[in-house]
């Protein structure tokens, strides 16, 4: 039996799917071993805890309402008391009975026993104390109570605080061996787990390296077949032989299809050098013939072209001839008008140039004035500065003599009827003084006016000065530019002068040129018509055995092409 | 009709007059030489040909702010009497006037404050105060 790739596949799969199985009914059992071990803890330590505590908390509650009997002389309380007391021995009880069915350790039982043993005894002793607290016997009741039932109740107690004790000390082992377990699983879960994908990988590793080498093997030997290298190969035939599985059909399938492959190369080499032979020989005679009425055709069609491009060019020439005529017409015509403008303009220029001159002699004219009359306003703004001076002493000395006719009224008041005359008379004065006042005022207010005028004039003169100067300066540039258009206008006359001069010459030696050219286009419009007649019967022939040429070529080539596809083949 | 003679002066925009025979000359204003003096009234004194004379801003005294004029206009009328000489600042001395007695009129006692202003005389349209400035030194010299 072949064991095939697909065999090897399934059986490695297969031993790892089990493993897997195994590895986990293995988890499971291990969890289920942890869950008891906290189960235990929690259903039966804690629970016998619980109960212990009870116990012990139920019977301390009914040693202090014990002691509240014996103490109370109140019936009542007694009563309530007792009641109370019923109900907490009956606690006790279902607490201890509960707790025996939880008992599973020897230890334990012994434990409860004792227990048992104890209370029954200190409820006994209690049932004494209760008897005389209700006879009233209050004191016996207290000495009983911290004698005979003091020591029962210790016993009782002790026991059960062991019993508590005990319970923990249970609890605290069950998790320790709970714990325990846990760890082991793990550590067991970790090995099992490794050991599994070791294993997986070292299947993995051989089933790929046995697949990949007879794969790479099978792709070299493609690969060979794609490079065109069709060689009989004996050693790779005997290394496919040895292969069991599919690699060996492939391989043999391949060997068979290089073979057929190489005994189609060889049929299709003999062929295609034949039909290369006989290509070649036929291609030869054609282009021989086809190179010699090339020749002749060549010949005739230049030919054709010049006397057909003489002809073109000699009636070109004519037309343009003519039109020239009529250029050189308008041209003529032109210069005359230019010459008419020209000479206008300059007539004009000559008329500026005068008009300037004379601009320039008033401006000079105007400067001279304009300076005198600067002068002569200096001289009036020195004199009203002095006439201001003068009436500034004027009006001190009015002043002065005002005070003295005061100062004379005042003595001839004083001087009393001989003062009389006098006092008129320097009345008179100082009438003389204020009128003198009066008229200097108005002397100043005139004068002022008369330097406000000066002051204005003054300005209005430095603006008139600029103005003339303006006026001095654009004249002599205006001159200056009219000389240059003088100069550019004469030029021009002479320029336009001998420009007509030439055109004319032009113009005579044309019409000559114009006979010349009409007779030489006639003569070159035959000879092209006619060339171009065996121009056309040449290129016929010529077409035709370009045809012929180009088939005889096409089949080289063709032969050529499969030559060079089959030298690619190696048999 | 009976004339009496004043020399009219204007202080600020009114006019004042002073009897003639209280008036002894008028001199144009020179700056006073301040003094420490008990007086407040005297603003200073001046060297007027070898006497000291003292000398008042009446336009203080009377509560007129004298007329924001150049100092050029101002004068000093010099007074004099038994007792002696004192200068008194005014803006402009005007002229020498007579005036009618009919003119002259008392001032009621609402003036009696200013017990130096004596009469008021009224002169062609114009209302003249009157000063005994006689008086009015007694009374800021006190």
Sequence with gaps: ?571 | MIYAKFVVFRIGKEEYAVPISQVKEIINYRSPTTIPLDIESIVGVINLRGKVIPIIDLGKEIGIESENKPIKGEKIIIIEDTDGAFGVIVDEVEEVIKIGEDDIHKVNDIYERNKYITEIAKNDNRLIIIIDLNLFWKEVSK
């Design chain 1, 1 to 571: 039996m072949k064991f095939t790739v697909k065999n090897k596949l399934i059986a490695a799969f297969g031993v790892i799917i089990l493993l897997s199985f195994f590895l986990g009914v293995y988890s499971i059992s291990s969890i289920k071993s942890v869950n008891d071990r906290s189960s235990e803890i929690t259903e039966v330590w804690f629970r016998g805890n619980d109960l212990a505590h009870t116990m012990d908390t139920a019977i301390s509650d009914y040693r202090i309402r014990e002691y509240r009997h014996a103490v109370t002389e109140d019936e009542n309380l007694m009563a309530d008391t007792e009641k109370e007391l019923q109900a907490l021995k009956d606690k006790f009880e279902a607490a201890l009975n509960d707790y025996e069915s939880t008992v599973v350790l020897q230890e334990d039982r012994e434990l409860v026993a004792e227990v048992e043993e104890y209370y029954l005894q200190y409820f006994e002793t209690s049932k004494e104390v209760l008897q005389l607290s209700r006879e009233l016997k209050t004191k016996e009741a207290i000495d009983l109570l911290y004698g005979e039932s003091k020591n029962r109740f210790d016993k009782a107690n002790n026991t059960i605080a062991e019993l508590v004790k005990f319970n923990q000390e249970q609890a605290n082992l069950a998790k320790e061996q709970s714990n325990k377990t846990y760890e082991e699983s793990r550590l067991i879960l970790v090995i099992i787990t490794s050991a599994i994908i070791l294993l997986s990988i070292v299947v993995a590793v051989y089933i790929i390296l046995s697949i990949t080498k007879k794969m790479k093997f099978i792709i070299g030997f493609i690969d060979k077949t794609a490079n065109l290298d069709l060689v009989y190969d004996q050693n790779g035939l005997s290394t496919i032989s040895k292969f069991k599985d599919e690699f060996f059909d492939m391989g043999m399938a391949l060997a068979s299809m290089r073979k057929s492959l190489r005994e189609l190369i060889d049929s299709i080499k003999k062929n295609s050098i034949d039909v290369s032979l006989n290509a070649d020989n036929l291609s030869n005679v054609i282009e021989e013939t086809s190179q010699t009425i090339e020749g002749v055709a060549k010949a005739v069609d230049e030919m054709a072209h010049g006397s057909t491009d003489l002809a073109k060019n000699v009636e070109d020439g004519a037309g343009k001839l003519g039109a020239l005529a009529e250029e050189i017409n308008i041209v003529v015509k032109s210069a005359d008008l230019v010459k008419d403008y020209i000479n206008v303009a300059s007539n004009a220029n000559s008329e500026g140039i005068n008009y300037i001159k004379k601009l320039k002699e008033v401006v000079k004219v105007n400067n001279e004035v304009a300076e005198q009359v600067a002068e002569r306003v200096d001289l009036l703004d020195n004199k009203s500065e002095s006439i201001e001076k003068i009436t500034d002493v004027i009006k001190s000395i009015t002043s002065q003599i005002n005070l003295l006719s005061l100062n004379a009224a005042i003595e001839a008041a004083r001087a009393g009827e001989q003062g009389k005359g006098f006092a008129v008379v320097a009345e008179e004065i100082r009438k003389l003084a204020s009128e003198t006042a009066n008229s200097t005022k108005e002397i100043d207010i005139i004068v002022s006016e008369v330097k406000k005028e000066i002051s204005t004039t003054k300005s209005e003169m430095s603006k008139a000065k600029t103005a003339v100067n303006q006026t001095a300066e654009v004249s002599v540039k205006t001159e200056k530019a009219f000389e240059a258009i003088d100069n550019s206008v004469s030029n021009i006359i002479k320029q336009i002068e001998s420009l007509i001069i030439g055109i004319n010459s032009i113009d005579n030696n044309k019409n000559g040129i114009v006979v010349n050219i009409t007779d030489m286009s006639a003569i070159a419009e035959e000879s092209a018509s006619t060339t171009e007649e065996v121009s056309a019967s040449m290129q016929e022939q010529s077409a035709s055995i370009e045809q012929i040429s180009q088939s005889a070529k096409d089949l080289k080539q063709i032969s050529v092409n499969l030559q060079d596809l089959i030298a690619k083949f190696r048999t």
